[in-house]
């Protein structure tokens, strides 16, 4: 099943929710089948180590160091990953907006990490983005 890559049907169609919870991303070293445990909502590898978004209470159960809070909005639509332009869309959109955002494109969704103060905000400046407004 492969995902829709026109831009203009990506953007009437996202439908952003905002998920429940708070987010941190964090650094640790080690094997990742240590951290699993954990049950991050992603990896990702890096020379330096092997960063983990975790649910906050994961993290803070874990003693791990953490900055900032993020609150995570999910794009409804099933984006293909070789759609082009729709982070950019995003992108500049909340940068309009003054609200920093860090997107993890998935199988079937992109996920947009905010800050947690301005997780309303994103989504009104995403909504308005779907309808056309911005």
């Known amino acids: 099943m492969s995902g829709e890559t026109d ?4 953007l009437s169609e996202m439908s952003p929710i905002l998920r429940e919870g708070e987010y941190v991303y964090c650094t640790v070293e080690g094997d990742a089948a240590l951290w699993l445990a954990l049950e991050p909502i992603g990896t990702f590898r890096e020379a330096e180590g092997l960063t983990l978004i975790l649910d906050r209470s994961q993290a803070d159960a874990a003693e791990l ?3 900032p809070v993020l609150r995570l909005i999910t794009l409804s639509v099933h984006s293909a990953l070789e759609a082009v ?6 992108s500049t959109a909340l940068t309009r907006a003054g609200i920093s955002a860090n ?3 998935a199988y079937y969704h992109d996920h ?3 800050p947690a103060a ?3 905000r994103a989504l009104a400046v995403l909504r308005a983005l779907s309808h056309g407004n911005s």
């Open 112 to 114: 947009i990490f905010v």
């Open 7 to 10: 831009l203009k049907r990506l």
């Open 118 to 120: 301005d997780a309303e």
């Open 85 to 90: 332009g729709l982070t950019a869309a995003i």
């Open 103 to 105: 997107v993890v494109a």
């Open 65 to 67: 160091s953490y900055c």
